[in-house]
């Protein structure tokens, strides 16, 4: 039974950490709230929210990260930062995610970040830009290998100080080095157990606490295999060119990745199809079966959403594709499907090369669809399109989907553009989303570096990347207001709330990614002594923070 808005509001106070208080994961995933219908607030609740005044920015170029009136930030840690005597913190962080070590104490836990790719121009010291083109040695891709992947390093605030617990145990780096098993009962391309993992863009987390991250586009390093109409295979170069040292296939790599926060232990789930996964999403149903929402990260490609068959796995079950059109979810079912057993050889074959089949099943194309939230008022899924510029589409939009009767295993659904990117709403291509505890709707821009601040280009008006807030209640509901502004060439990336709701994790990844000379780059943030931009996690803080997060108790 669903509940009512007192009930709700009631029921995150128990889930939490103390009154009216709850982990992000139970928001951003819906694992333990049942969504229902928003209830708009009374007038004199209303009045409540007239000191929650707004002072959004103004779109910027500067070389800094701007923070909106009421906001302060704090370094956690960046690129090349000491977690251990042996490891270091890796470059470009995507997805962020913390878990407290002890529920009771929300200022104490493991903060998972991915490392989406390596810049061998400040990781390894190699000129991809110098004309001739510079020989590249096996060194210097070790280097690059290394830094991408995942940290997991313990954080505590004290006197509302972040700060890393040096040598914690629990501080440790998964690689594009580390081994990593299968979830899945046939070998892929002859291994069970693949080397590292790659291309690490968002992610997720489950009911059980552990990290999801993503492999997006992992055709950047070691290639991929395309069949043309007679189904013969060719392999594809790399941009980084990592194949050229490491003969590893293609096919390893493009799936959902789960860590262990504990112990670092790793596999990759091959029932979540191949592809360029920007997130994984989980929910998880009464009967404590799960669904995993995940979208392609590139134009004319598709959302899917994998069904469980058995309580807490992502093994079992089906992976369907999205027609949103008609509003059907297609299964990718060999066994039932007439037209992959004509293409595929099994359900591994139809798993590997997703993308093929979800294209012979009949499913729309979108315009790169990235992250995927559950609004946890409502249960309406909420998907970034990000652009797709071949079709004239620059500025993207967010694509609402809501389940037949509410229901996330249906097997139809209704699709719809919430809001959509441009100079009307004041923002585009958006990325990364995040409800915070009152189901205010944070989003971060993914803008290309080599298209902002530039004249002529459609994207000039809106200056650097950004995160947005979409108030849900007062009267800016529904307004998408500037709350901080990226360094040059940065995006901002991987929002998170801390489970108390005082603190937002942010990753501020590629500043000064267009620097072509060290001596001059682009950006300098964040302004150390040697000058050199470095990707880093940093946690907001402050008044607006806390009172955003406070919503939830207004008394209804």
Same mark, same amino acid.
């Given at each position: 039974?669903?509940?009512?808005?007192?009930?709700?509001?009631?029921?995150?106070?128990?889930?939490?950490?103390?009154?009216?208080?709850?982990?992000?994961?139970?928001?951003?995933?819906?694992?333990?709230?049942?969504?229902?219908?928003?209830?708009?607030?009374?007038?004199?609740?209303?009045?409540?929210?007239?000191?929650?005044?707004?002072?959004?920015?103004?779109?910027?170029?500067?070389?800094?990260?701007?923070?909106?009136?009421?906001?302060?930030?704090?370094?956690?840690?960046?690129?090349?930062?000491?977690?251990?005597?042996?490891?270091?913190?890796?470059?470009?962080?995507?997805?962020?995610?913390?878990?407290?070590?002890?529920?009771?104490?929300?200022?104490?836990?493991?903060?998972?970040?991915?490392?989406?790719?390596?810049?061998?121009?400040?990781?390894?010291?190699?000129?991809?830009?110098?004309?001739?083109?510079?020989?590249?040695?096996?060194?210097?891709?070790?280097?690059?290998?290394?830094?991408?992947?995942?940290?997991?390093?313990?954080?505590?605030?004290?006197?509302?100080?972040?700060?890393?617990?040096?040598?914690?145990?629990?501080?440790?780096?998964?690689?594009?080095?580390?081994?990593?098993?299968?979830?899945?009962?046939?070998?892929?391309?002859?291994?069970?157990?693949?080397?590292?993992?790659?291309?690490?863009?968002?992610?997720?987390?489950?009911?059980?606490?552990?990290?999801?991250?993503?492999?997006?586009?992992?055709?950047?390093?070691?290639?991929?295999?395309?069949?043309?109409?007679?189904?013969?295979?060719?392999?594809?170069?790399?941009?980084?060119?990592?194949?050229?040292?490491?003969?590893?296939?293609?096919?390893?790599?493009?799936?959902?990745?789960?860590?262990?926060?504990?112990?670092?232990?790793?596999?990759?789930?091959?029932?979540?199809?191949?592809?360029?996964?920007?997130?994984?999403?989980?929910?998880?149903?009464?009967?404590?079966?799960?669904?995993?929402?995940?979208?392609?990260?590139?134009?004319?490609?598709?959302?899917?959403?994998?069904?469980?068959? +058995? !309580?807490?796995?992502?093994?079992? *079950?089906?992976?369907?594709?999205?027609?949103?059109?008609? =509003? &059907?979810?297609? @299964? %990718?079912?060999?066994?039932?499907?007439?037209?992959?057993?004509?293409?595929?050889?099994?359900?591994?074959?139809?798993?590997?090369?997703?993308?093929?089949?979800?294209?012979?099943?009949?499913?729309?194309?979108?315009?790169?669809?990235?992250?995927?939230?559950?609004?946890?008022?409502?249960?309406?899924?909420?998907?970034?399109?990000?652009?797709? +510029? !071949?079709?004239?589409?620059?500025? *993207?939009?967010?694509?609402?989907?809501?389940?037949?009767? =509410? &229901?996330?295993? @249906? %097997?139809?659904?209704?699709?719809?553009?919430?809001?959509?990117?441009?100079?009307?709403?004041?923002?585009?291509?958006?990325?990364?989303?995040?409800?915070?505890?009152?189901?205010?709707?944070?989003?971060?821009?993914?803008?290309?570096?080599?298209?902002?601040?530039?004249?002529?280009?459609?994207?000039?008006?809106?200056?650097?990347?950004?995160?947005?807030?979409?108030?849900?209640?007062?009267?800016?509901?529904?307004?998408?207001?500037?709350?901080?502004?990226?360094?040059?060439?940065?995006?901002?990336?991987?929002?998170?709330?801390?489970?108390?709701?005082?603190?937002?994790?942010?990753?501020?990844?590629?500043?000064?990614?267009?620097?072509?000379?060290?001596?001059?780059?682009?950006?300098?943030?964040?302004?150390?002594?040697?000058?050199?931009?470095?990707?880093?996690?940093?946690?907001?803080?402050?008044?607006?923070?806390?009172?955003?997060?406070?919503?939830?108790?207004?008394?209804?």
């Amino acid at each position: 039974m669903p509940y009512n808005r007192r009930e709700f509001i009631s029921f995150l106070g128990k889930a939490g950490l103390g009154a009216l208080t709850i982990p992000p994961f139970l928001i951003s995933c819906g694992n333990t709230a049942t969504p229902t219908s928003d209830k708009k607030l009374s007038d004199e609740q209303l009045k409540k929210l007239k000191d929650l005044v707004f002072e959004g920015l103004s779109p910027s170029n500067q070389d800094d990260l701007l923070l909106a009136k009421g906001l302060d930030y704090q370094m956690v840690i960046k690129w090349g930062d000491k977690i251990s005597d042996k490891d270091t913190f890796g470059f470009n962080p995507d997805f962020t995610c913390f878990i407290p070590l002890d529920e009771r104490n929300p200022k104490d836990g493991l903060l998972w970040v991915n490392h989406e790719y390596a810049n061998p121009f400040f990781v390894a010291d190699f000129n991809n830009h110098a004309n001739p083109p510079e020989k590249r040695t096996k060194e210097q891709v070790d280097k690059e290998i290394y830094n991408v992947g995942g940290s997991i390093v313990r954080i505590k605030e004290e006197h509302g100080v972040w700060k890393v617990v040096n040598n914690d145990p629990h501080n440790r780096r998964i690689t594009g080095h580390t081994p990593i098993p299968l979830n899945w009962d046939a070998p892929i391309e002859g291994k069970s157990e693949i080397i590292g993992t790659n291309s690490n863009c968002s992610g997720g987390i489950t009911p059980w606490n552990t990290f999801l991250t993503c492999e997006e586009n992992y055709q950047d390093v070691f290639g991929d295999t395309l069949y043309d109409e007679n189904n013969a295979a060719t392999r594809t170069p790399s941009i980084w060119g990592w194949e050229q040292f490491y003969d590893y296939p293609p096919e390893h790599y493009g799936w959902v990745v789960e860590v262990n926060p504990k112990d670092g232990k790793a596999q990759k789930h091959i029932a979540l199809g191949r592809f360029a996964h920007e997130c994984c999403t989980l929910y998880e149903l009464e009967d404590k079966r799960v669904v995993a929402y995940s979208g392609d990260d590139k134009k004319d490609e598709h959302l899917y959403k994998f069904i469980s068959s +058995k !309580p807490g796995s992502l093994k079992e *079950g089906t992976l369907y594709v999205a027609d949103t059109i008609n =509003g &059907k979810w297609l @299964a %990718l079912d060999w066994e039932n499907e007439p037209v992959l057993k004509n293409k595929f050889k099994d359900q591994t074959e139809v798993l590997v090369r997703a993308r093929e089949a979800a294209k012979l099943l009949g499913a729309t194309p979108l315009n790169r669809p990235e992250d995927i939230e559950i609004d946890p008022i409502t249960g309406n899924i909420f998907v970034t399109l990000t652009n797709n +510029k !071949p079709k004239g589409d620059y500025h *993207g939009s967010i694509l609402k989907v809501e389940e037949t009767e =509410g &229901k996330f295993d @249906a %097997l139809t659904f209704k699709a719809s553009t919430y809001l959509a990117g441009g100079k009307k709403n004041g923002f585009s291509c958006p990325d990364n989303l995040a409800f915070d505890l009152s189901g205010n709707l944070w989003m971060t821009s993914d803008m290309s570096g080599d298209a902002m601040n530039r004249k002529g280009k459609p994207y000039m008006p809106f200056k650097n990347n950004s995160l947005f807030v979409i108030p849900r209640y007062g009267k800016d509901a529904g307004k998408v207001i500037r709350m901080a502004s990226a360094p040059r060439d940065a995006e901002l990336t991987g929002p998170w709330f801390s489970p108390d709701g005082k603190t937002l994790f942010l990753s501020v990844q590629h500043p000064g990614e267009q620097t072509t000379d060290k001596n001059n780059p682009t950006s300098k943030w964040p302004f150390d002594k040697d000058g050199i931009p470095k990707p880093a996690v940093v946690a907001i803080t402050g008044d607006l923070i806390e009172k955003l997060n406070n919503l939830n108790q207004i008394e209804v």
